[in-house]
């Protein structure tokens, strides 16, 4: 019994010492940035570790992230809580759109039509930059316009909306889409790079985290 104890030990040590091995082998400035402001004090090694997607429905970049990370969000350890916000960057156009995405999550809807509104504008050439626009495209798909548009007007909504773009904000984000690890790390996921290869940059920033965590506990 011993014997197997101490193997399994051996074991256990063996991976948290690869794991500590391959978060060490990303380059700060090159594979990622830290957020400097990033809120201090101790770490709640209770709560899961939460990573977050900024996207804009209207950005061809997040549109062609998006099968890739839904993929890989899909296979996401238990203690990862995977999140997204929906950000206009600056661009007026987009904050309809991005408003939409937080109507449809408070409604139930967003899982059905999440990828229909990507296919929509970046495939068929959709115009969803205006609110008449975004019902009139809702109403085809089952959406009813008077509840779409009290949600879309509602305290919910707003403040969501603003959440998203206080992050944003805070965190400094040059561009879009962007992945935060537990408001830590940041990586800027870049059109001309393979897009498995930028996730595993950011499960090596997970990881990281992770033994960060344990060591606290």
Not at 11 to 29: D, F, N, Y
Not at 77 to 98: N, T
Not at 154 to 176: N, W
Request: charged content about 25%; proline content about 4%.
């Amino acid at each position: 019994m011993r014997y197997v104890a101490a193997m399994v030990l051996v074991a256990v040590l063996g991976t948290m010492s690869a794991a500590c091995s391959r978060a060490a082998e990303l380059k700060e400035g090159q594979d990622y940035s830290v957020i400097e402001s990033s809120p201090g004090g101790p770490i709640d090694t209770s709560a899961k570790i939460a990573v977050t997607e900024f996207f804009s429905y209207q950005c061809p970049h997040c549109f062609a992230f998006s099968k890739p990370l839904r993929d890989w969000s899909s296979k996401l350890s238990a203690d990862v809580q995977f999140e997204r916000e929906s950000v206009s960057i600056g661009h007026e156009s987009w904050i309809p759109i991005a408003r939409t995405y937080y109507a449809l999550r408070a409604s139930g809807k967003l899982d059905a039509l999440d990828e229909k509104i990507f296919s929509a504008i970046h495939e068929q050439g959709v115009r969803l930059d205006d609110v008449a626009y975004i019902m009139g495209w809702l109403n085809k798909n089952n959406v009813s316009p008077a509840e779409f548009d009290t949600t879309y007007r509602s305290q919910r909504v707003r403040d969501d909306f603003a959440r998203g773009e206080k992050l944003s904000i805070e965190y400094k984000i040059p561009s879009i889409p962007v992945m935060v690890i537990d408001g830590k790390y940041l990586v800027n996921i870049k059109s001309n790079v393979d897009f498995g290869q930028q996730l595993v940059v950011v499960d090596k920033l997970i990881a990281r985290v992770r033994q960060a965590r344990s060591t606290q506990k």
